[in-house]
Each structure stands twice: as C-alpha cells, then as structure tokens.
C-alpha cells in the first residue's frame, strides 16, 4: 500500500464578527496563542498559527471580521479580509449554527464564486440549537454556494472539529510543509504582547472604551538573568478615553498591566516586566498616516 502524499496550505477561516473565528483557530492548535475576545475586530490579517498532522501541514490565516464599513479602519479591513481569502487553498467561512445568512455571507460568496477555491462551510455553535433547527440552516446555507464540504462544529466543546481538519488536510495541495513542525505561530513576540494588552483593555473597560484604542509595543528586550522588559504604549483617540483606561489613582491600567502580564510570562514562559503608557492621538482610527505609523497596512 503506498503512502499519502505529505500536503500543505494555507487556510483562511473568514466570517462575521464574534461567529467563533479565534475560538476555533484556538481549538484545532490546541494552545492559546490567538487572542479571543467577545469584542470583535481583534485581530488583523496574519498567519496565526500551524497544525501539522501525520500527512500534512495547514497554516491559517485569521482575517478580520467582514461586516459592513463604516469608517477607514472598517473598510481597509473589510478589503484585506476580502483579498487574503483569494490566495489561499482552502476557505472555512464559519457562520453560527443560531444565525440566517445575511449580508456579510453574500458578500465573500460573491468574492468566492468563480476563484475555484474549495470552500468549506463550518456551522459553529452547534452546542446552542436543536438539531432540526441546525438542518433548516444547513439548506438555507446550501443554496447559497457550491460549498464543497457543510461541517457542523463546536468550538467550545471541540465536536466536529477533528473531522473539520481531516477534511481540510486532504483538499491542500500535494508538497513539503512550509515551516518547520516546531512552530506554531510566525507571528512576532511584539505583535502577539500588543494583542494580549489590548484584549485586556477590552475586557477590563467594557464598554467604555470603543474599538479606537490601538497598542504599539516600543522596546522589548531580554535581560541577561532572563527577565523580559517590555514597554507599550496604548493609543486613544480622546482624553476622556485616557482617562478611562488610567482609572481612578491608576487602578484600570494597574490591572490591565497585570494581567497582561500574567498571561504573557505564560506565553514566553519568563518574567515580564511591563510598563504601559497611555497617549491620545486625536482620531487616529481616520487618519491614514497614523494607521500606517500603528501596523494597519
Ligand atoms: P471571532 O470574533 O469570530 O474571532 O469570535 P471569538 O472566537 O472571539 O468568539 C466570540 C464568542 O463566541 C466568544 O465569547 C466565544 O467564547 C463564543 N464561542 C465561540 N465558539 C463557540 C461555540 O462553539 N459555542 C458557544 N456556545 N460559544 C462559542
Ligand atoms: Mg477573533
């Protein structure tokens, strides 16, 4: 019996914000290196993480949410998103098993029809519907696009995700991995601490703070008795914003501090020290040149 041909490529999961995108990348790497977060748009378009099997190697792109654009930020997303899903070799477009298609949906079928990529129709949180619920969805989702394969799954609880990655695995091309099979993630340690420190802000403030608040790391050095020194700065658009992630006497930025901290000396597996500062930058979210200075490009 001969064996299967090793294979790799590239993945993107694409779909509405909060649909359980970063849950899932999570679930199939298995470590927590995407960053989570019920708000949506935490993360930008990057190669996030790799799982090797036996028989091959998928790397995968978590893009950003693909919703309707409203301002600049919105829309250079919107188009990256978009674009990315037309270069890889494989597309899970996750939906929520609780949810009709809508608009969003239409909008990467349409950018899908015709490319020729298999697309993959994951139908997450299956743990929330009853089962005849989720098989009128099922039609529903069908008569939308020539999916290649339907995979009902729950990120949460890990059903059908085993099977999600078989199915995968065996439509990338035939060829040698991509990366060597101890590395998870190429992302930047730098890009991974802002990331962290910014799912905290989101956490820890709620509401209060909109998704104008962008985190550059400025300097990131390794001490000689191992500690790692870190220094970021969080960027906001106005003083009253400044004011709500410094909290009162400090104590907001205080424990975003530490429990950024704490998960990052997890994730580098050495003491942190981190120091955080906060700067406003009137609108930064509308202004090209800022985004480009803050990695949006
Ligand atoms: P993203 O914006 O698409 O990356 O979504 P996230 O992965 O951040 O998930 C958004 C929310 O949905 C989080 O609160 C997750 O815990 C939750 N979630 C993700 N997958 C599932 C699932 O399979 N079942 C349930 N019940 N919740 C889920
Ligand atoms: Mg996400």
Redesign the pocket.
Known sequence: MADKPFRSGFIS?V?????????????ILGEKI??????????RNRIQGIHNVPEGQLVFI?TP?IHRARSRLNRHMVEAALASIKEVDVVFL?V??DTNPAGEEGLITETLAGVGIPVFLVI?????VEKERLLARIAAYASLFPFREIVP?????G?GVERLVELASGCLPEGPAYFPDDIISDLPERFIVAEIVREKIFRLTRDEIPYSVAVTVDSFKERPDGLIAIAASIVVERDSQKGIVIGHRGAMLKRIGSDARHEIEGLLDARVFLELFVKVRRDWSENPRILKELGYE
């Open positions: 999961i779909g509405r914000p909060n649909v359980g995108k970063s849950t899932l990348l999570n679930r995407v960053i989570t977060s019920d708000k949506p748009q935490t993360t978590d949410g996750l929520e098993a997450n949180k299956i743990d929330l799954v729950s990120a949460l609880t059903d």
